[in-house]
């Protein structure tokens, strides 16, 4: 079973608003349209968010979507993957793709985790030679993902084991492409 895991307990400080609930495809919130993309590619979806995430946790929830909280999230990406991690125990492997990349092609996702389902230990798609988003990992990883700390997530160990990574040629550019400012919504909105 691939569990995908959506990253979605950010701060959003350089948007100015919580960047997961602006629409981006027919009024659909940000961390909706990735949570569907990502469940139409895996078996289940935990979504992890920050204490009191109030609205964001709402929509999520009418989604049919199992939702964590993470207490430690202010400690970094790498607090939030172990709450998805803790949460998603029976996986066979994990799907971890980021709530604020909600661009990312559903055919691409698919791909990754197939990969994932026919044994890979670590997959990630490229695009033109670019590692990007989501990235799999099989459970021979599991203690490696449970001891990263810090606010890089997963970086660290894709860096270790370049060597174990099975690459998905993808023609998708958005698995390069996070919405971090208003500007970068702006500039994406145009092109997807």
């Not at 980021?98 to 994932?116: C, E, G, H, N, Y």
Request: positive net charge; glycine residues 8%.
């Amino acid at each position: 079973m691939i569990t995908g895991i959506l990253l979605a307990a950010g701060r959003s400080q350089r948007y100015g608003s919580n960047k997961l609930l602006s629409p981006v495809k027919n009024g659909v919130a940000m961390a909706i349209v990735a949570a569907r993309n990502l469940l139409a590619a895996v078996d289940e979806v935990v979504v992890v968010v920050p204490p009191n995430a109030g609205a964001l946790e709402e929509q999520l929830q009418q989604e049919y979507l199992k939702v964590v909280c993470c207490d430690k999230a202010a400690q970094g990406m790498s607090e939030s993957l172990k709450a998805g991690l803790l949460a998603a125990n029976e996986a066979t492997g994990w799907l971890i793709a980021l709530a604020d990349m909600p661009f990312v092609q559903v055919k691409t996702i698919r791909s990754v985790s197939q990969q994932l389902q026919k044994g890979a230990s670590i997959v990630a798609p490229y695009y033109r030679g670019s590692r990007g988003h989501p990235v799999g990992f099989g459970t021979q990883h599991k203690a490696e993902l449970l001891s990263l700390e810090g606010d890089r997530g997963a970086w660290g160990l894709l860096k270790q084991h370049t060597v174990q990574i099975c690459k998905v040629n993808c023609n998708d550019p958005a698995i390069l492409i996070d919405v971090d400012t208003l500007a970068d919504m702006r500039r994406v909105s145009d092109v997807f």
